[in-house]
């Protein structure tokens, strides 16, 4: 088999690139280690910025999102349970963000490959990659027993933090940054209406929370636990009591409460792998950069490094040029880094650190009430919740 650009992995980064080479005639083949409903069944992100939403829109993957898709003009952060709002519409001149889960997106996405006729290889195992510093890369797998080959001219490696590509990159050349934070989010899925029209980041003095939802029948909730901690130590009583305590009197007064359809807990890191590229091999997304999930980052920048790959790969086939290969990966990295800034500072805004003492609190309580008095603070938040313009 031959292809000019193989996928290894069909997670959101994958799918919405082949959806964008598509659309300028490049064929591509999607590997994915996983079945359809293992990878359409996982609940992550919900939260699209805006650049991800006209990326759905350019190529035509948006019918549903549009219909279903909830927009949002803010979101509240709470203090000890003191409500205050960031009206990110007044305050970015306009930008709002679109409540639609990645699960929504994954469906969509992939039906609209079925529909198009994009291949997929689904439950490929043992993927390996070859000859990446050669311009004749291969891809080889085993599916129901058999080995396969696929031929192409650049692979991109879309295949999240656990996959084979980014160890493909020698050693001497690439750089991890890597950051653990002492906690996690249990995070809980109820058929219930939210308890508010829009999110609540909550700093509570017994920990981070977090009121959201994916549509206006079914509430999405967090609260930050310690990493030693389980969700059978958190029956769905202990998790709505917490959550009336830490969202506070207001939204706890319309709180509805639950059996939970989804329980889990997700560790919280922050971590970069650069460069972005070698020779013919590319990375995107998870495979490349994982942030914490406080500002809902980690979806919309597997969309913006797929955007900045696919135009590279466009320029490259319409023009030979190299340019845009060769300019991948700091661009990339430059709006990477500006994500993985801001989810970094608003998890330590929000979260309760185990060894923080009466003075960090202090200094959390005092940020967050220069931000409720600041409009040119409010603004700052607002820019980089919304997302930073593609460059
Ligand atoms: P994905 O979605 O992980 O997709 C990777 C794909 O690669 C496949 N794969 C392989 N395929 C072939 N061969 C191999 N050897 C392979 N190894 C893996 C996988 O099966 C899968 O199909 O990465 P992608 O596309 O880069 O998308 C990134 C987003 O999924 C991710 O950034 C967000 O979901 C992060 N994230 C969250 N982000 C938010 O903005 N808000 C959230 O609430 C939120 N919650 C989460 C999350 C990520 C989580 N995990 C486990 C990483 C909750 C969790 C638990
Ligand atoms: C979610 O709804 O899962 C969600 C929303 C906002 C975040 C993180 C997760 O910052």
Request: hydrophobic share 40%; net charge neutral; with cysteine.
């Amino acid at each position: 088999m031959r292809t000019q650009v193989a996928i290894v992995g069909g997670g959101p980064a994958g799918l919405l690139l082949q959806q964008l080479l598509h659309a300028a005639c490049i064929d591509s083949v999607i590997l994915k280690q996983r079945s359809r409903a293992y990878v359409e069944g996982r609940i992550r992100a919900g939260v699209l910025e805006k650049v991800t939403v006209d990326l759905l829109d350019k190529v035509g993957v948006n019918a549903r999102m549009r219909r279903e898709g909830l927009v949002h003009d803010g979101f509240s952060l709470a203090v000890d349970g003191e409500l205050f709002r960031i009206d990110l519409k007044a305050l970015t001149g306009g930008a709002t963000v679109t409540v639609y889960g990645q699960t929504e997106v994954t469906k969509d996405l992939i039906d609209a490959a079925t529909q198009r006729g994009t291949p997929i290889v689904f439950e490929a195992a043992d993927v390996a990659l070859h000859g990446l510093d050669t311009d004749r890369p291969s891809i080889t797998w085993r599916h129901s027993g058999s080995h396969q080959r696929l031929d192409c001219d650049f692979v991109a490696g879309c295949d999240g933090s656990h996959g084979v590509s980014r160890g493909a990159i020698p050693s001497d050349v690439r750089r991890t940054y890597e950051r653990e934070y002492p906690f996690g989010w249990l995070g809980l899925l109820a058929e219930v209406p939210p308890c508010d029209h829009e999110l609540i980041y909550c700093n509570h003095a017994r920990g981070f929370a977090l009121a959201s939802m994916r549509s206006l029948t079914r509430s999405r909730y967090y609260v930050q636990v310690g990493l030693d901690e389980t969700p059978e130590e958190w029956p769905d009583e202990r998790m709505w009591d917490e959550l009336a305590v830490r969202l506070g009197p207001r939204a706890a007064a319309t709180l509805q409460r639950g059996p939970a359809i989804e329980k889990s807990i997700a560790p919280l890191r922050s971590f970069v792998a650069e460069p972005l590229r070698w020779n013919r091999l590319f990375l995107a997304g998870d495979a490349a950069h994982i942030v914490p999930p406080t500002g809902a980052k980690g979806l919309n920048l597997a969309a913006s490094d797929v955007h900045y790959l696919s135009q590279a790969l466009i320029g490259f086939y319409r023009d030979g040029s190299t340019a845009g290969i060769d300019g991948y990966s700091a661009k990339a990295l430059a709006r990477v880094w500006k994500a993985e800034r801001f989810s970094w500072w608003f998890t330590g805004l929000t979260h309760r650190f185990p060894d923080s003492d009466d003075f960090s609190r202090r200094m959390q309580m005092a940020e967050l009430d220069y931000i409720r008095g600041s409009h040119a603070a409010q603004v700052t938040v607002a820019e980089n919740y919304v997302g930073l313009p593609l460059a």
